[in-house]
């Protein structure tokens, strides 16, 4: 089982504060780090991925993988309301020649004007 | 951009009834998936295709099944709908060989009564 494990929270924070966002996994078959934002009633939006270990930037948003950690983290700086939802990581794996998606289950952000 | 339309927000079932639920990519992607959100669960993989005609179960096919006659089109069906399979439904869809990025719709709210 390749399974990834992620704090559900809530996560309650400031306008203006900086998120940070964790996964950690077990196998060390995942090779694509993803992150997706979804916010309420809606379906989840591909935010970042990345393959290798260290940091991608991407605006207010960095993504950080520490692959010999098994570790992944998303950080939001100077966090605005905007920024309330849910955050799924996601990795993928090779299985029988095909790529397959595995998803921790989401922690909710909320941000405080 | 990819869009991923499901054909309905919410709905309404009685026990015992028979469900469609239909989900259309316009970016003629190979790979489309079913999947159910529920609180606390996170997204799990009901059933995906690869192609057309062709269909794989996912984690918890039970009660489920699928239809995928034209590439851009892929069907939930729930032959009997029970009150345990009142949930969020999310459709989505990925290019082969693209880190199996996924494109998610917004979702069906299913509520069997």
Known sequence: QKEVEQDPGPLS???????????TYSNSAFQYFMWYRQY???????????????NKEDGRFTAQVDKSSKYISLFIRDSQ???????LCAMTYLQGGSEKLVFGKGTKLTVNP | DVKVTQSSRYLVKRTGE??????????????????RQDPGLGLRLIYFSY???????????????????KKERFSL????????????????????????I????????LSVL
């Open chain 2, 77 to 100: 069906i729930l032959e009997s709908a029970s009150t345990n399979q009142t949930s969020m439904y999310l459709c989505a869809s990925s290019v082969t060989g693209a880190k199996n």
């Open chain 1, 13 to 23: 924070v400031p306008e203006g504060a900086i998120v940070s966002l964790n996964c």
């Open chain 2, 18 to 35: 028979k469900v469609f639920l239909e989900c259309v990519q316009d970016m003629d992607h190979e790979n489309m998936f079913w999947y």
């Open chain 2, 51 to 69: 192609d057309v005609k062709m269909k794989e179960k996912g984690d918890i096919p039970e009660g489920y099944s699928v239809s995928r006659e």
């Open chain 1, 40 to 54: 309420s009633r809606k379906g989840p939006e591909l935010l970042m991925y990345t393959y290798s270990s260290g």
């Open chain 1, 81 to 87: 309301p905007s920024d309330s939802a849910t955050y």
């Open chain 2, 102 to 109: 996924q494109y998610f719709g917004a979702g069906t709210r």
